[in-house]
Every structure is written in C-alpha cells, then in structure tokens.
C-alpha cells in the first residue's frame, strides 16, 4: 500500500515569508495530524483532524499557522509569516483506530533565514 | 515538567550484541500506553512496539521488546542480536490524556549507532 505522501522534501525560505505543506495520508485514515520536530527534540503535535474536523489544535501558533483537510482527505499546513525558530522538519502522520497504527510520512525539511 | 526522560542521547554499540535503550516517564493516570518509535536518516518515523499499562506481559516484537516496569515507571527498549541497520534514533512515546483529549507525547530520543 502506498504510504503518507509529503511535499515538498526540503524548502528554505526567508522570515517573514510564508510556506505550505502538503500532505496525502493513506487511503481510508480518517485521523490525520501534522507534528513539528525540532533538531534534537521528540515530535510535538501541531493539530490533529478526525475526517475534515479538528480533534485538537491546542499547540497550533494560531497568529502564525494554520491547517485545513478539505473533503476529510489530503491536508495542508501554512506558516505565514515564518520566524527563525519554525526551522523544523515538518511530519505528517495517519491513522485508521489510533495511535498503535499510526504511520509517518517522511516529513518536509523547514530551514528559515 | 519533562513526561518522558530519554538519558543517554547517544549509544554505540557492537553488532550482535543486545542492547537497551532507557525511557522513564511521569503520569497519574491509570490508563496509558508506552510507545517505541525509529526513526532513520530518512527521517520517518517507525512505529516499533506498543505497551499498555494494563498489560501483564512485556511486549514483544520479533528482535524488540519492552521491559515495562510499572512501579519504577520505566519502558526501556530491548533489541537483540542488533544489525547495522539499526542505525538510528529511537523515541520513547506516551499516550495520555491532557485537556479533554488523547496525546502522544515524545521523548527526546537516543541516537544509536552501531557498529560493524
């Protein structure tokens, strides 16, 4: 089965720019959500969606990001504008039941300058 | 105040021997379930073992399992006989609940290196 899809790979921009990412989960996963990893830090959950509605957005920066999954599929996440601090790599992940199914995507590389 | 504590953020060891990856973490709720996850290079992550806290055996996952010891609140991971291909960084994770909803929340991780 193909996996969770994310583009793009790599991107670098200026602050104050803004960027999108998107991201197409497996077929069939109702449950999407976008993490943010710092280098050297674990994942931290940005926003979670059940189909095309938000579970929790509790550590989503609301001034500066924002997600939306039209039509309860694929999702994307904006950063508008970026500060030197969003330099992350960007993981989205799916699942079916929960979290004992979860399954990452590679993720997208975030450098800011 | 820190949930799950990875303490060594480096490991190296010789291949084919056992090695063990520790991961303490904090809660009081009674429900919760302890996650391991590899995450190479290539920078996906990849979901290795699951235990949950009403579980009475460890897990076990071919060459991983998980030494859950409930009292010392510890969750080290266990792989044996290890490869080169194990290279990588590995995240102890916990599912609680926080404001209403289910978390997963990760350690730091420990970068393991193996060598030939």
């Known amino acids: 089965e193909a996996g969770v899809a994310q583009s793009p790979r790599y991107k670098i921009i200026e602050k104050r720019q803004s960027v999108a990412f998107w991201c197409n989960p497996i077929?069939?996963?109702?449950?999407l959500y976008w993490y943010q990893q710092i280098l050297g830090q674990g994942p931290k959950l940005l926003i979670q969606f059940q189909n095309n509605g938000v579970v929790d957005d509790s550590q989503l920066p609301k001034d500066r990001f924002s997600a939306e999954r039209l039509k309860g599929v694929d999702s994307t996440l904006k950063i508008q504008p970026a500060k030197l601090e969003d330099s992350a790599v960007y993981l989205c992940a799916s699942s079916l039941a929960g979290w004992e199914d979860m399954i990452f995507g590679a993720g997208t590389r975030l450098s800011v300058l | 105040a820190q949930k799950i504590t990875q303490t060594q953020p480096g490991m190296f060891v010789q291949e084919k021997e056992a090695v063990t990856l520790d991961c303490t973490y904090d809660t009081s709720d009674q429900s919760y379930g302890l996650f391991w996850y590899k995450q190479p290079s290539s920078g996906e992550m990849i979901f290795l073992i699951y235990q949950g806290s009403y579980d009475e055996q460890n897990a076990t996952e071919g060459r991983y399992s998980l030494n859950f010891q409930k009292a010392r609140k510890s969750a080290n991971l266990v792989i044996s006989a290890s490869q080169l291909g194990d290279s990588a960084m590995y995240f102890c994770a916990m599912r609680e609940f926080f404001q209403g909803a289910q978390k997963l929340v990760f350690g730091q991780g420990t970068r393991l290196t193996i060598n030939p």
């Open positions: 077929s069939g996963h109702a449950t």
